[in-house]
């Protein structure tokens, strides 16, 4: 995990646990800069973290209320296509 990010990563963190998300409008409320990536047959959600200047990429099933954290990207890896690479 790259240093810089895990103070952001914590607070991102905290709000997700204490966050009640059952659909993507629910975490859209939270997260406003909350988007949507399809990667062949994968549905994950991508999360603006540490002030715009990292990327989390998250698979979630909302019908259990898992998240799982498939990469963590800075904001200029993210723009080059390496999400695609990556998850």
Partial sequence: MNPCAAKALSA???LIEKT????????ERTFGSLDYLKVGAQELFVFDVGGNKFRLIAAIHFNTRRLFVR???????????????RV
């Fill in 20 to 27: 009640n998300f059952r659909s993507f409008p629910d975490l």
């Fill in 71 to 85: 990469s963590l990207l800075t904001h200029e890896e993210y723009d080059s296509g390496a999400c695609k690479k």
């Fill in 12 to 14: 991102w963190r905290k």
